[in-house]
């Protein structure tokens, strides 16, 4: 009897609780799409900014290990061919011409990769001691411009009793 009771005690759904399904069900879809949205946006900009952060790293690295006569040179692509010329004339990323700063840049992926090389005091850069070289890589767009930024110190061998050959 038990039985029975509950099964004749059970109503269907009425017109109201369907209406209100119908907009509590839309309203958590779009607040789910919403948040993978978001955390597609957080795991584009961390890949941005890690791509960045190896690109700084490789331009240090690639001067670093540069030798101090083609320090103004760049292959960037690995071609054997030279394919950015360090300036120092105001023009293409370098900010003013005549500083003793040499300015390199290139765009990648959206990262704009800058680098220089300012030696320690004027004049040619065999007879500078040492460099100061940075890279800076720009990257996001409008507000959210972010950069990241190495620096190091490179001596010249002449001055440390390494012949360069």
């Excluded at 890690?50 to 083609?70: C, G, N, Q």
């Excluded at 760049?74 to 010329?85: F, M, Q, Y």
């Excluded at 990257?139 to 440390?160: C, D, K, M, W």
């Amino acid at each position: 009897m038990n039985v029975r009771r509950l099964i004749v005690d059970c109503r269907g759904t009425s017109f109201s609780e369907v209406l209100i399904a119908l907009v509590i069900v839309p309203i958590s879809l779009l607040g789910a799409m919403g948040a993978f949205h978001a955390a597609e946006q957080f795991i584009s900009q961390g890949e941005t900014a890690s791509r960045a952060l190896a690109l700084v790293e490789s331009r240090i690295e690639a001067k670093r290990a540069a030798r101090w006569d083609l320090l103004l040179f760049d292959d960037l692509n690995a071609d054997g061919k030279t394919d950015v010329v360090m300036h120092d004339d105001g023009l293409n990323g370098d900010e003013i011409g005549g500083d003793c700063r040499y300015t390199g840049s290139w765009e990648q992926d959206g990262v704009v990769l800058t680098w220089t090389v300012t030696p320690n005091r004027s004049g040619t850069l065999a007879a500078a001691g040492y460099v100061f070289l940075e890279a800076r890589a720009s990257f996001g767009s409008g507000v959210q411009q972010r950069e990241i930024r190495a620096t190091t110190l490179r001596a010249n061998p002449r001055f440390v009793g390494v012949d360069p050959g």
